[in-house]
């Protein structure tokens, strides 16, 4: 039987090979990195719970919008629960919400949609009983797709607003 | 057989003289110009001999200044040139008579004759004189520019902008240049950097590196300084820089804000911007001396993209506090606003002409994006382009031309820089070495 704290090094050290070129988030943020098969596969299905791993594959670390909407969906504020909880658990951390919009859109009026779906994310957490020091909120507009076809199967993932973890209680 | 005084006349019914609820918004009571016509005119033909070379070390740069202002001309749309392979008559003095019979013969309407000197610590003097054929008789005063070899392209241009104001009786644009974002990488990895070029796309260089994400860069009046937004921090900050020693200062850091959407007033004093704190975003202006900000807009909507008339008295921008995104004049202090747009769709990024009497805008309708321009009161609205993506107009010096970003579609989709008449004619790629968005225009240089 491993020791917990075992498992924590060897997670974190499969983490942080897993997002090998630095600790770029979905955006430019400086965070623990996340996007989709991070840290999968090796055999490694599972994550500390305090790690931010954890938060990006299991709590889920990012919502989706529908288009030229800040509204927050049932799927979304189940996820933003969950990443609440995470963050009253983990309080060395602190995090940085991303909002971004679909290409189909203007650069400055898609800058201001992203920054409210970034602060409906970041009003929920804090709503939920997050410190509200431990949250900033950034916007990208549509400067950083993930997806990258033209079709609403990409835009719908674009409409996104992604929960970046970093160390540090705040900034 | 046609003059040239035919192709003036043409070119005068094209645009008709309008004063307009446009000029009230300006304050002012002259006649507008506006063209309202969407025909086609049968460009005027030219003939741009080279330029004869006064001495040896002249002689590259008389053939080159040629091309230019050639290339600048038919560029136009408005005209066309007669090829050097058709000509009869060579010009091999700039001071002997013309054989106006030899450019007739070639239906030559307009001929364009010059001479290029080189002196002394590379000094370039270039003098043209610009004749109508069929009347046989110089279209003005013969002109001469004194510059330095290395900017010779400038001082073609010059040639080319007192030509093309002569014969249409519009103000210059030539001798100018573009601010805008170079872009590198794949869509889901963009690598975005600011960039200069001259209004052709010659004599590009690089103002910033590529490390952080920068965005819509905006000249000052006097075309010396840049006013864009940077991710450097981490967080979207307008940064000014200065075009000549590429230093650059942060304008306004407020944590837990982010700015963006910068423009200058035409005094190059204050800056209009979009603020955000929370969901919203704001307009304010900032006095670049004191530091002092001002709210202009204060409701819950997204307000951004605002622009200046050029008499600085007052703000166009873009709100969606109607719903969707539409277009608003306001006082330059601020207070209630008239919404400017009706049509069907929503509409952004508006900018004020030059000339005051037009509003450019992106506009998206039905899955389409196109830039347009209207009126300043919203009336004569005409869409100039229909595309998958267009957006982000700017105004050449004249208000006769506008440059956007034209985006195409798909995962392999990238942004081209793109110039077209306000008639709606002339529609046209300008070259960039890479990818490119954000154009924005400078005024004429001095």
Known sequence: MTSPRTLLILAVAMGLSA?????????????????????????????????????????????????????LS???????????????????????????????????????????RASAVRDYIVERGVADARLR??????????????????????????????????? | MRHLATYLLALALSTLAVAGPGAQAQGRDGPLRIEITEGVIEPLPFAVPDFVAEDGRARDL???????????????????????????????????????????????????????????GGRLTVKFRLFDVFAEAPLGEGLQFQGSTGSWRRMAHKVSDAVYSRITGEAPYFDSRVVFVSETGPKNDRRKRLAVMDYDGANMQYLTGDQSLVLAPRFSPDGRRVLYTSY?????????LDVTTVQRRAL????????????????????????????????FTLDLASGERRRLTSSAAI???????????????????????????????GGEARRISFGKGRYGTPVWSPRGDMIAFTKQNAGRFHIGVMRTDGSEERLLTSSFLDE?????????????????????????????????????????????????????LE
């Open chain 1, 19 to 71: 997002c090998a070129g630095g600790f770029r988030g979905d955006g430019a943020g400086s965070g623990y990195g996340s996007g989709t098969g991070a840290g999968a596969g090796a055999g490694m299905g599972v994550y500390d719970p305090a790690s931010p791993q954890y938060f990006n594959q299991t709590v889920g670390d990012r919502v989706f919008f529908a288009v030229d909407e800040s509204t």
């Open chain 1, 74 to 116: 049932a799927e979304a504020r189940a996820t933003l629960d969950a990443q609440a909880d995470w963050l009253i658990r983990n309080p060395e951390y602190s995090a940085i919400v991303e909002g971004h919009a679909d290409e189909q859109g203007t650069r400055e009026y898609n800058l201001a949609l992203g920054a409210r």
């Open chain 1, 137 to 171: 909120t950034v916007s990208y507009g549509k400067e950083r797709p993930i997806e990258i076809c033209s079709t609403e199967a990409c835009y719908s993932k674009n409409r996104r607003a992604v929960t970046v973890i970093s160390a540090g209680s705040s900034s």
């Open chain 2, 62 to 120: 008389a053939a080159q200044i040629a091309d230019v202002v050639a290339a600048d001309l038919a560029g136009t749309g408005l005209f066309r040139e007669i090829p050097e392979n058709a000509h009869i008559s060579r010009v091999t003095s700039f001071d002997s008579p013309v054989q106006f019979s030899d450019w007739k013969a070639i239906n030559a309407q307009a001929l364009v004759t010059g001479a290029v000197a080189t002196g002394a």
């Open chain 2, 232 to 240: 450097e921090t981490g967080f979207p900050r307008i940064n000014i």
């Open chain 2, 252 to 283: 306004d850091d407020q944590p837990g804000t982010m700015s963006f959407a910068p423009r200058f007033a035409p005094d190059g004093r204050t800056v209009v911007f979009s603020l955000n704190r929370g969901a919203n975003t704001d307009i």
């Open chain 2, 303 to 333: 307000e951004t993209a605002p622009s200046f008339s050029p008499d600085g008295r007052f703000v166009v921008f873009e709100s969606d506090r109607s719903g969707t995104q539409q277009l608003y004049i306001m006082s330059a202090s």
């Open chain 2, 392 to 444: 982000g107009p700017t105004w050449a010096p004249n208000g006769r031309v506008v440059m956007f970003t034209r985006e195409t579609a798909g995962a392999g989709g990238a942004p081209a820089l793109y110039s077209v008449d306000i008639s709606g004619r002339n529609l046209k790629r300008v070259p960039t070495p890479n990818a490119a968005s954000d154009p924005n225009w400078s005024p004429l």
